[in-house]
């Protein structure tokens, strides 16, 4: 087995951002232990943090330090103080944008599934949701989010261009990705009505002759996130643009339980970047309840993109063992007992360590009350 050095990135962020990427570094740091890798983590500043301590949301010397690492692990980013002053000229999100068109983060990448342990959890009902599982390609640096902007005083305006480049990129992606899964693929446009949907339309038909082996669908996005309630069973891999997706995908978390428990990767020219896809809720900061399974998961991407696919597989065990054995923050712990942050990225650690595989009495025990001393 080939030992690896790896170089991450970590960007805390803002809220429980800290908190979570802790705990995704204690498991990796438990990967590295048992398997003999080494990782080296650089802390660093990005988003509402960034901006108090720096006036900047993103600091050259974080970006410098992306540059240089091979892969990110960010926590979350946002501010109440930014969010609720429509005026501020500095917000932490432009952070993030910038990252993502700096470094060449094109494909966001979001699994979601419906855990059957979780499906109590979900607004949706059992029969609807169980056996959910799929995979959301959204394009990430086009669109809406970077087209051209302006405002007077009455009006505004937000322009969304795509080329064929962009959008031919992320689609072989998600075509390799279908041909790997179910051998399913869905475009979600708006086609009927937007003109770089048709393009976008277009450019998917034109690659599928390369994918003679995926089936491909169209929907509209309205339709779409019906869909999405209606039956998720039908989805496997789900590509669309920059705001679609964004939405879509934080739609389809009602699935998963939390948005607690979704991963997700952003990947391009560059490095990789990996994080949770829920934001800072800055209401639990520091309150040793915020879920940590989403940032543990993504670092789980993580080993994938390093072609440690044993190492990655292992995580997940470790997190299906906690939620089999009900070791969960107070968003899954509805009934019963809940445990702090901290407690379950232990928990997952050691799982980890001991192969993920029926954790003796004594040491759950010691888990349970935080008294474990494992790593």
Not at 207 to 229: G, H, K, P, R, T
Request: glycine share 8%.
């Amino acid at each position: 087995m080939d030992v690896l050095n790896k170089t991450i990135a970590v960007l805390p962020g803002d809220g429980i951002g800290p908190e979570v990427c802790r705990e995704a570094v204690r498991v990796l740091e438990a990967v590295g232990e048992k398997f003999g890798h080494h990782f080296t983590f650089e802390t660093h500043l990005m988003g509402a943090c960034a901006i108090d301590a720096t006036g900047e949301p993103l600091p050259t010397e974080t970006l410098e330090a992306c540059f240089e690492a091979d892969a990110i692990l960010l926590g979350a980013i946002g501010d109440p103080k930014y969010d609720n002053n429509p005026a501020a000229k500095v917000r932490p999100e432009q952070g993030l944008l910038k990252l993502r068109k700096s470094l060449g983060l094109f494909a966001n990448v979001r699994p979601v599934t419906a855990y059957d342990v979780l499906l109590p959890h979900s607004p949706l009902k059992n029969d609807r949701i169980a056996g959910a599982d799929m995979l959301f390609f959204r394009e990430l640096t086009g669109g809406i989010y970077f087209g051209e902007k302006g405002r007077d005083e009455n009006t505004a305006f937000d322009n969304c261009t795509y080329s064929r480049y962009e959008i031919a990129r992320i689609a072989h992606l998600a075509f390799q990705a279908a041909q790997n899964r179910r051998k399913k693929l869905t475009l979600v446009d708006k086609a009927n009505v937007l003109e770089t949907s048709r393009l976008w339309r277009e450019v998917v038909q034109e690659i599928s002759l390369e994918y003679a082996d995926v089936a491909v669908d169209y929907l509209f996005v309205d339709n779409a996130a019906m869909q999405l309630i209606l039956n998720p069973r039908q989805f496997d891999v789900v590509l669309t643009e920059n705001m679609f997706g964004d939405i879509l995908s934080d739609e389809a978390s009602v699935i998963a339980g939390s948005l607690g428990m979704l991963p997700s990767a952003s990947v391009g020219e560059r490095v990789a970047l990996f994080e949770p896809i829920h934001g800072s809720y800055p209401q639990a900061k520091g309150k040793n309840i915020a879920n940590p399974i989403a940032a543990i998961l993504s670092a789980a991407m993580m080993l994938e993109h390093f072609e440690l696919y044993q190492e990655a597989e292992l995580m997940k065990q470790a997190v299906q063992e906690a939620l089999d054995k009900k070791i969960l923050t107070p968003d899954l712990a509805a009934s019963g007992v809940a445990y702090g942050t901290e407690q379950v990225g232990t928990f997952i650690a050691y799982c980890v360590l001991d192969g993920a595989v029926d954790v003796a009495l004594p040491h759950k025990v010691n888990m349970e009350v935080g008294l474990s001393t494992i790593i």
